[in-house]
């Protein structure tokens, strides 16, 4: 855990701006700082937020730590984690039903579970990972719009994002997350939706 008082003072202040305009009072929030180069952020179920310091030194201001709070938030919102269980327990069930309907003989078991662990990742893991991830994003943006931020400063971070990932990702449909344009775009059109004050 990070030592800098003033830095975890900070992103406690953000999480619980962000976590009242949420109204979600019975949710237990806690904000943490990671001390880790890793450039990334979760939320574990029932509202625990953590931040590593490698994302927080991308960040130029509130705003985007805004962004990226109000996304992890969103995701504790929406119950990600828990729907995420489910579609894996379902998509296993589903893969020995099917193997038995098709009675798949036993030398081909091990083939026949592995084409369809890839079938099923590509075809429809993924695409629902990558879906709440942008339900994450519109659900952050809003939070950090009615909480006084910038929805702006999503987009911003997001394109720093992209910069820093030129030549490390991997192609959207082989991912969890969408590519960072992918997410720019839905982010840009959602803030247009986002009455005007």
């Known amino acids: 855990m990070s030592s800098d008082r003033q830095l975890v003072a900070k992103i406690r202040q953000i999480g619980t701006k962000l976590a009242k305009v949420s109204r979600r009072d019975d949710y237990r929030w806690e904000f943490n700082v990671i001390e880790s180069e890793q450039v990334?952020?979760?939320?574990?179920?029932g509202g625990k937020v953590f931040f590593y310091t490698g994302i927080l030194k991308m960040m130029d201001n509130d705003d985007q730590i805004a962004a990226v709070m109000g996304h992890e938030i969103a995701h504790a919102l929406a119950r990600h984690g828990a729907e995420r269980m489910s579609m894996q327990m379902l998509s296993q069930a589903g893969g020995q039903i099917l193997g038995a309907m098709l009675e798949v003989p036993q030398q081909y078991r091990g083939l026949y579970?592995?084409?369809y662990g890839i079938g099923t990742n590509?075809?429809?893991m993924l695409p629902y990972s990558r879906s709440h991830e942008h339900e994450a994003d519109q659900?952050?943006?809003y939070l950090m719009w009615k909480a006084g931020y910038d929805p702006h400063e999503?987009?911003?971070?997001?394109e720093k994002m992209k910069v820093a990932s030129q030549g490390k990702s991997v192609p959207e449909f082989l991912s969890t997350h969408p590519s960072d344009q992918s997410r720019i775009d839905a982010i840009n059109a959602f803030i247009k939706t986002l009455p005007k004050s």
């Open 122 to 124: 590509v075809a429809i």
């Open 139 to 141: 659900i952050g943006v």
């Open 113 to 115: 579970e592995q084409a």
């Open 40 to 45: 990334n952020a979760f939320c574990l179920p």
């Open 154 to 158: 999503a987009v911003v971070f997001w």
